[in-house]
């Protein structure tokens, strides 16, 4: 029944019958995956520019060198 809606574009699926496996998830662009992989990237970045921040302040609060 899923290979019957797969072949008329009902539904998009992709299976791996040795592996008994059926995704529904359609491939995202590379373009998008680069995009959301940047944005997080971006965030991180951001985290750790936080916390060096936060460091270096307890460093001169309790006149750590």
Partial sequence: M??????????????DRPLGIVVFERPRPATEVLSDWGH?????LTLIEKTSHLIQKEYMVHGIA
């Avoid at 899923?2 to 299976?15: C, G, P, T, W």
């Avoid at 997080?40 to 991180?44: G, M």
């Fill in 2 to 15: 899923v290979s019957e809606l797969v072949s008329s574009k009902s539904i998009y699926a992709r299976m």
């Fill in 40 to 44: 997080d990237l971006e965030e991180v």
